[in-house]
């Protein structure tokens, strides 16, 4: 395992030393309250005497302060965050001085650490690690990691959401590639459909039956008068003239025709209303088996 705490020391005092020696009026109190603190072993308190000093007074050497104070208590990504952060500002003279002293301490924190990149995917997709934002692509630079299994999630507007488990290994970096797809279009109402449906055609009916029971009485009742009438001709003169004898006889038959036409349709009709009432009492007797 490497041995960072004395190195932190060493580090600590060079950079306080080189500051403070160097230009004793100028020296930060809180930044030499820090030093002391980094001594004793309370690095707690140094991380917080010098984010005191940075907040009063952003300047390179606290923020690399506040680097390896975050080094000593183990916070290795925001120690890599720091330290690079106070790497990468404006040279000045200072800095420039010190530059070895905290690449050494840089890359003793991402020893502990892995990289992870994003290589594709839209621009501006939010990408959070564990559920938390870590920036949006493409990333200015490789996120530095603990070692372990990290939870990657990559959203952007129109796709479906990327979701991957990454080993993140130390001192390695692990390259992501994912691939997008479109969100599924939203469902098409299907249009609606009309059932056809078969038109019964009605077969011509006759007469109703009671109708043809009325017609049919009607004949007999006529046809009765007609044919008694004739009937009473001929039986009331036995001596009279032959028309007379003639329509008797044309009253009587076509009385009788008529009535027998009439009885005819009365039979007719009786048989058939017995029959259409046995067939409808047979469909609901089917109906209600089935």
Known sequence: MIRVLPLLVVFSLALGQGQAWADRDDSDPLIAQGLK???RGDYQAALDAFRRAHQARPATRSHAEIGLAEQALHRWVEAEADLAGALAEPEDAWLESHRTLLERALADVRAHLGMLT??????GAEVKIDGEP???LPLPRPLCLLAGTARVEITAPGRRPWRAEA????GETTRLAPIFEPLDPPPVMPAATTVARPVKVEEPRMA???ALKIIGWLAIAAGG???GSGAFLLASDRHAGSSRRLAGIECLALGSAVALGGGVITVVTAWRSAA???ETAAGISFAGRF
């Open 37 to 39: 603190a980094m001594l």
């Open 118 to 123: 994003v290589e594709s995917g839209p621009r």
């Open 134 to 136: 870590r920036g949006s």
């Open 167 to 170: 080993t993140i290994q130390p």
């Open 208 to 210: 109703e039956p009671t």
């Open 225 to 227: 008068a007609a044919a």
């Open 276 to 278: 259409s009432g046995s």
